[in-house]
Structure formats: structure tokens, C-alpha cells
């Protein structure tokens, strides 16, 4: 019989979660963004999962002032962007990405700017007790 085919996406995938892992132990106070942390680390107790979300055309004209190309291309990154976490999520883990139920917490930069994102994940986490163990 003929040896298994390397399959390297999911070598990549596997060894992501592996770091992930590996960082969560050597440092609890940890952001992650992305790779599929929410579902790598969906058993973990001492998680906190925070989608970060914005209407399409919020996170177009954020590409275009991030990554200074005009709006057809910005709308080309951002869905194929969106795409690709999607797959990733659903291959890997089975998971759709943009269901509210996969996080403790969805905030909007739509509605509120970074810094109050940021504040409001920074209460959840407070909320969770994070706070009072000093982490």
C-alpha cells in the first residue's frame, strides 16, 4: 500500500495548535487573534472568547486606509479574507466561525470604537474573575 499523503495545511494546523497550546502554559494572560483559538481552546475554563465584528463596509473602508488600496480591492480582501477564516474554522474544526454561540462575547467595532471594544472585553474578563486572581 502506498505511504499517506503529507498533508500539509493540516501539519500547519495541528502545529498552530500545538504553539497555541504551548503558549497557554507559559504565559495564562494571553490574546490570541485568530486560528481557530476559539476552537482549539473551546474546553479550557479560563478562556474568554471574543468575536470582534464590524458591518461589511466598516471593515472595506478600514482595508483601505490599513492596507492603502482602493475600494474594489479592499472588498476583494475582505471577502476573501472572510472566506478563508470561514473554511479554515469549518475544515478544521467543524465549526461555523461566525456563530455567536462559539463566544462568550461579540462585540461590534461598528458600534463602538476600539477603545471601548477593548474596554468592554477587558470587563468580561473582570466579570470572569480574571481580575481578582491577578491575571
Same mark, same amino acid.
Given at each position: 500500500t502506498?505511504?499517506p499523503?503529507?498533508?500539509?495545511?493540516l501539519?500547519?494546523v495541528r502545529?498552530?495548535e500545538?504553539?497555541?497550546? *504551548?503558549?497557554?502554559q507559559e504565559?495564562?494572560n494571553?490574546?490570541?487573534?485568530?486560528? +481557530?483559538? *476559539?476552537?482549539?481552546? !473551546?474546553?479550557?475554563?479560563d478562556?474568554?472568547?471574543?468575536?470582534?465584528?464590524?458591518p461589511?463596509a466598516?471593515?472595506?473602508e478600514a482595508?483601505?486606509?490599513r492596507?492603502?488600496?482602493?475600494r474594489?480591492e479592499?472588498?476583494e480582501?475582505?471577502?476573501?479574507t472572510d472566506?478563508?477564516?470561514r473554511? $479554515?474554522v469549518?475544515?478544521?474544526?467543524d465549526?461555523?466561525w461566525?456563530?455567536a454561540?462559539t $463566544?462568550?462575547?461579540v462585540?461590534?467595532?461598528?458600534?463602538?470604537?476600539?477603545? *471601548?471594544?477593548?474596554d468592554?472585553?477587558? !470587563?468580561a474578563a473582570?466579570l470572569?474573575g480574571?481580575? *481578582?486572581?491577578? +491575571?
Amino acid at each position: 500500500t502506498p505511504a499517506p499523503r503529507f498533508n500539509r495545511e493540516l501539519y500547519l494546523v495541528r502545529a498552530t495548535e500545538a504553539v497555541i497550546r *504551548q503558549a497557554v502554559q507559559e504565559e495564562p494572560n494571553l490574546i490570541l487573534v485568530g486560528r +481557530g483559538a *476559539q476552537a482549539a481552546l !473551546a474546553q479550557r475554563d479560563d478562556a474568554l472568547h471574543v468575536f470582534v465584528v464590524a458591518p461589511r463596509a466598516v471593515r472595506i473602508e478600514a482595508a483601505m486606509r490599513r492596507l492603502g488600496v482602493d475600494r474594489s480591492e479592499a472588498e476583494e480582501t475582505v471577502d476573501h479574507t472572510d472566506e478563508n477564516r470561514r473554511r $479554515y474554522v469549518k475544515t478544521h474544526y467543524d465549526r461555523d466561525w461566525e456563530h455567536a454561540a462559539t $463566544y462568550h462575547l461579540v462585540v461590534s467595532t461598528g458600534v463602538f470604537t476600539y477603545e *471601548q471594544a477593548a474596554d468592554l472585553v477587558v !470587563a468580561a474578563a473582570t466579570l470572569r474573575g480574571w481580575g *481578582q486572581r491577578g +491575571g
